[in-house]
T-cell receptor, first 110, second 114 residues
Framework: EDQVTQSPEALRLQEGESSSLNCSYT??????LFWYRQDPGKGPEFLFT???AGEEKEKERLKATLTKKESFLHITAPKPEDSATYLC???????????FGKGTSLLVTP | ETGVTQSPTHLIKTRGQQVTLRCSSQ?????VSWYQQALGQGPQFIFQ???????GRGNFPPRFSGLQFPNYSSELNVNALELDDSALYLC?????????????FGQGTRLTVV
């Protein structure tokens, strides 16, 4: 059974203080690993898809990396507007469902 | 390009009632998936429709059912509502014919069962 574990559950950073969020996964054949951002009461906003180990993608202050067992979302010099819950999900080759972790709640203070 | 839209945004129902939630997929997308997100949890997959056929289902009872229409919009129906059905219901659309499997979510419907 596919499993996704995100850590930490919550993270508080000061503006400009870089850090990383972790997503550990087990899946029977990875089709893709997805990162989403979710603001309170809103739907998840797509950030990145990673398909194979060694792949990296960047968008503004965010950089996502992938190994065979985990993915990291690196946040460089975060700003208060980066505060949100970041969700990781995997999709296996055997289906189309996204299997989500519980998310990391990020708070960036001025 | 229009995004994924869901209606209504909020809904309050009584235990035992039935509810229908609606979703319009993103322009050019033929696949719609539904997810349930309880407070503090990640979204849980309910089912997926591709070209009007259900082609995947998560661990949800039969009282959760759905439809997809020729214009690729979709409905989620829940019968005999229970208190635990209170959640944010999310619809996601994607292009089932593309190797790019990215799914884009709507803003969700907040269902409260009392």
């Amino acid at each position: 059974e596919d499993q996704v574990t995100q850590s930490p559950e919550a993270l508080r950073l000061q503006e400009g203080e870089s850090s990383s969020l972790n997503c550990s996964y087990t899946v029977s054949g990875l089709r893709g690993l997805f990162w989403y951002r979710q603001d309170p009461g809103k739907g998840p906003e797509f950030l990145f898809t990673l398909y194979s180990a060694g792949e990296e993608k960047e968008k503004e202050r965010l950089k996502a990396t992938l190994t065979k067992k985990e993915s990291f979302l690196h946040i460089t010099a975060p700003k208060p507007e980066d505060s949100a819950t970041y969700l990781c999900a995997v999709q296996s080759n055997s289906g189309y469902a996204l299997n989500f972790g519980k998310g990391t709640s990020l708070l960036v203070t001025p | 390009e229009t995004g994924v839209t869901q209606s209504p945004t909020h809904l309050i129902k009584t235990r035992g009632q039935q509810v229908t939630l609606r979703c319009s997929s993103q322009s050019g997308h033929n696949t719609v998936s539904w997810y349930q997100q309880a407070l503090g949890q990640g979204p849980q997959f309910i089912f997926q429709y591709y070209r009007e056929e259900e082609n995947g289902r998560g661990n949800f009872p039969p009282r959760f059912s759905g439809l997809q229409f020729p214009n690729y919009s979709s409905e989620l129906n829940v019968n005999a509502l229970e208190l635990d059905d209170s959640a944010l219901y999310l619809c996601a659309s994607s292009d089932g014919q593309s190797s790019n499997t990215e799914a884009f979510f709507g803003q969700g419907t907040r269902l409260t069962v009392v």
